[in-house]
């Protein structure tokens, strides 16, 4: 039986996006050159994975000479968020609490990322008391 299609991109489709946040609209071949620090794809592989990243509708492009340039049509943040929340639900029974105590008991966390957590937490708290 084949699987239902996910919600979310897949991580090689999370690659590209991430590629493309960073460095803005660009071509097929620009996008492999990025990605080529991580994973050696052949041309035709980005190019058939952004094809159907357009068809999914993350990503859109324009004619440019004899290809196309590809931005993505999906936020970063929404994109992260949505990624988060489905897990939040799927692994944590809705609990936001359970997943950060879950991430704290089981990484190791630098003191300026611990002190960052502790100042939105104190902002958190403010703004429920008010």
């Known amino acids: 039986m084949a699987r239902s299609p996910s919600q979310h991109p897949t ?9 493309l946040w960073r460095i803005g609209p660009a071509p097929v071949r620009t996008v492999r050159e990025e990605l080529s620090a991580v994973r050696d794809l052949a041309y035709t592989s980005v190019m058939t994975i952004m094809t159907i990243m357009t068809k999914k509708g993350y990503l859109s492009r324009r004619k440019r000479g004899t290809g196309y340039v590809y931005r993505a049509k999906v936020s970063e943040d929404s994109t992260k968020h949505a990624m988060l929340s489905d897990l939040v639900d799927r692994a944590f029974e809705g609990s ?7 991430f704290l008991d089981k990484e190791t966390v630098k003191l300026e990322e611990l002190e960052q957590l502790r100042r939105l937490i104190e902002q958190k708290a403010k703004e429920g008391s008010k």
């Open 11 to 19: 991580e090689l489709e999370l690659e590209i996006l991430k590629v």
């Open 96 to 102: 936001a609490t359970a997943l950060m105590l879950n």
